[in-house]
């Protein structure tokens, strides 16, 4: 597991790079290489003391040995000059496997400081290769700072939404693994590691929760998850074992995040990872071999320049998305298994390439759920809404329904930090998904799940994926709701803000709360925020001197927020109001005639509290304003896609008085 020791020396080689290396992928690549080549020492120094003979560092790469370099005699310079040449001729020494080889291929050191490098290598000095399971662990908290890659559309995959996905899938120890657009391989050690505990004699698989689990790190980007019970595989033969990491592959087009996941998997016990610097979509030359299992988090954006696809794929597109989902369908075998994470134009845009994709997903890829991420899963690099896919073709064929779940918490928040709160679907969901594969049952009265039937699903031709659209609708139209006073509903709130450095978010009209710090700088005069008022969620706030022009604010966050003493603050009564419903209605047409109606005041209007708890509200069931609130939100989507739509069409002449056409 990793320990503070551990996660302390990794955190310190990154403080002292920082100064010279601000980019954290470029500091993870100077750890990496560093580590390797202390550990490559580590190994001779071992066979030393067993009475045989070193294997790496020898002949004329002798001199370039761990140990000589870190010999107090050699001054700052000497030791720099050392270490530039010993990682730029790595890749030629006949005596390191050609998994090293590729490690140090391209390696270099990006500053010429002989006092930083000094200070660097003596805090990788304190590793060693004798544990290398912590090292595993403090690998994956160190690729854990990593932020996007950008310009491929790539990010890190949470590791609760990895260890989530290969739990749903459940991978068995004869089967073959891909991951298609691997990264630093998070999908594959999770694999790994599930077959280990699956097959170990102290994994009880009916006393299995997720509270058995240890998770690491106060926000999403940062969590590693370990078992509190360790386990060994030891239900494993070495036969099986070595089956297993010989049936585990990856691809990636990057070779940075080819060697970051071979030092990873190295790192996890495979001492030689297939992992390979391929383009997926572009080159065929690995198409005819098919994987029992598929894991993937393919990038979501397709470059400028556009994809030139190989011609094997069953759909005729361009987009990175689309073919990605169409290779792992094309590659399982005849009763393969696959967890992928899309994003959601994969589940309801209207061309023919996404028709198709979605065809073939439900009559022959095995597509047997749906489960709904919520937007900004993949803050702070990407606010993208996502959902998993995931197929079981010998399940699908026994099943004439798909499955649909939504997931609105994942145990952490969805501001930019993402940040650990104590909701948490991803459980619920999981043990729902094992339910259904096993006797085909879901849940009564349960809010996250619903099942529905393939041929309502094929019965338009678009195959759309959006659950929501297939749940049954109750005719309200003609039903009478009790209107509720505002005050049985809300209570004010007082409370004061206790701390100076409390998260103040600025209000922004109609809008509700902006949850960024720079956002609030610009709108907010002093940042003395001692006087203000918290707003917690499922709070609003109105400012009375402005009410008639809609200053009414919501904090949908699991942050704490406050605002000016101006504003009014309220509780909303949970029980019998949905926030974001009351917020809707309070910002409607109706509500705001009657609210200027009782706003007095010649110059600036102001909405009295005895007035506005006056205002009525149709109090309708929970799920009922769940669903408006629901319909509203898909509604606003189609708004502004058709508005990005018409912002992008310019037309390409226009008429001028003379009556002729001039080109713009």
Not at 257 to 269: I, T
Not at 316 to 335: M, S
Not at 629 to 644: S, T
Request: net charge positive; hydrophobic share 35%; glycine share 4%.
């Amino acid at each position: 597991m990793l320990d503070r020791d551990t996660k302390r020396k990794i955190d310190s080689a990154r403080q002292i790079l920082v100064g010279k290396v601000p980019d954290p992928k470029a500091q993870v690549e100077q750890i990496t290489t560093a580590l390797i080549y202390k550990f490559m020492d580590d190994m001779d120094l071992e066979n030393e003391d067993m009475g045989l003979t070193s294997q790496f560092f020898i002949d004329d790469y002798s001199k370039y040995s761990w140990r000589k370099l870190m010999d107090n005699r050699l001054s700052g310079q000497e030791r720099l000059d050392l270490y530039v040449q010993a990682i730029t001729n790595m890749t030629k020494n006949p005596h390191i496997p050609q998994l090293f080889r590729d490690i140090f291929k391209g390696a270099f050191l990006p500053f010429r400081d002989p006092r930083t490098l000094s200070l660097f290598l003596k805090e990788i000095n304190q590793f060693s290769y004798d544990n290398s399971e912590n090292l595993g662990n403090a690998f994956e908290y160190l690729l854990s700072i990593l932020g996007s890659q950008g310009d491929a559309g790539q990010f890190r995959t949470p590791r609760h939404i990895i260890d989530f996905i290969v739990e749903a899938v459940n991978p068995k120890k004869n089967e073959t693994i891909l991951d298609p657009a691997c990264g630093t391989a998070g999908f594959l050690i999770s694999a790994y590691k599930h077959i280990l505990k699956i097959n170990s004699s102290n994994f009880n698989c009916e006393e299995d929760k997720a509270e058995d689990k240890i998770i690491k790190g106060d926000t999403a980007t940062e969590t590693i998850i370990e078992e509190k019970i360790n386990y060994s595989g030891d239900l494993l033969s070495p036969v099986d074992k070595t089956k297993l990491i010989k049936n585990i592959e990856g691809y990636d087009i990057s070779p940075d995040m080819v060697k970051l996941a071979l030092v990873n998997l190295y790192l996890h016990g495979f001492s030689d990872p297939k992992i390979f610097e391929y383009d997926t979509l572009s080159d065929d030359k690995r198409w005819n071999k098919m994987f029992d299992v598929i894991f993937a988090n393919p990038p979501f954006m397709t470059p400028r320049g556009g994809i030139k696809p190989h011609k094997k794929f069953s759909i005729n597109a361009n987009r990175a998305e689309v073919l990605f989902v169409d290779y792992i369908g094309e590659h399982l075998n005849i009763n393969g298994c696959a967890g992928i994470i899309v994003p959601e134009g994969i589940i309801f845009q209207a061309t023919n390439a996404y028709k198709n994709l979605r065809k073939n997903l439900i009559e022959n890829w095995g597509l047997y759920a749906v489960v709904s991420l919520p937007s900004g899963v993949f803050q702070p690099y990407s606010g993208v809404k996502t959902s998993i896919l995931l197929m079981d073709k010998k399940f699908a064929k026994k099943s004439n329904e798909i499955l649909f779940l939504k997931v609105e918490n994942d145990g952490f928040d969805l501001g930019a930090q993402r940040r650990k709160i104590n909701k948490n679907d991803l459980p619920k969901a999981l043990k729902i998904l094992k339910k259904w594969k096993k006797n085909k049952t879901v849940p009564e009265n349960s809010k996250i799940v619903f099942k529905v039937g393939k041929e309502i699903i094929s019965k338009n031709g678009d195959y759309n994926l959006t659950g929501n659209r297939y749940l049954e609708k109750i005719d309200y139209s003609n039903a009478k709701w009790p209107m509720v006073k505002l005050v049985e509903l809300i209570e004010e709130k007082i409370e004061r803000v206790k701390k100076q450095n409390i998260q103040v978010w600025s209000v922004s009209n109609a809008q509700g709360f902006v949850n960024t710090t720079e956002y609030f700088e610009k709108k907010v005069a002093s940042k003395n925020i001692s006087n203000y008022k918290i707003i917690n969620s499922n709070y609003f706030a109105y400012n009375p001197s402005r009410i008639n022009v809609g200053s009414i604010a919501l904090n949908k966050s699991e942050k704490i927020g406050c605002v000016s003493p101006m504003y009014v603050v309220f509780e909303i009564s949970s029980e019998r109001l949905n926030a974001e419903y009351l917020f809707k209605i309070l910002k409607s047409k109706e509500i705001e005639k009657e609210i200027r109606l009782k706003s007095q005041g010649a110059v600036r209007k102001q909405l009295r509290y005895k007035d506005l708890i006056t205002i009525k509200i149709p109090i309708l069931p929970l799920e009922v304003q769940e669903q408006i609130v629901e319909e509203i939100k898909q509604f606003q989507k189609v708004i502004d896609g058709a508005k990005q739509v018409v912002e992008s069409w310019k037309p390409s002449f226009r008429i001028d008085p003379s009556w002729e056409l001039v080109e713009l």
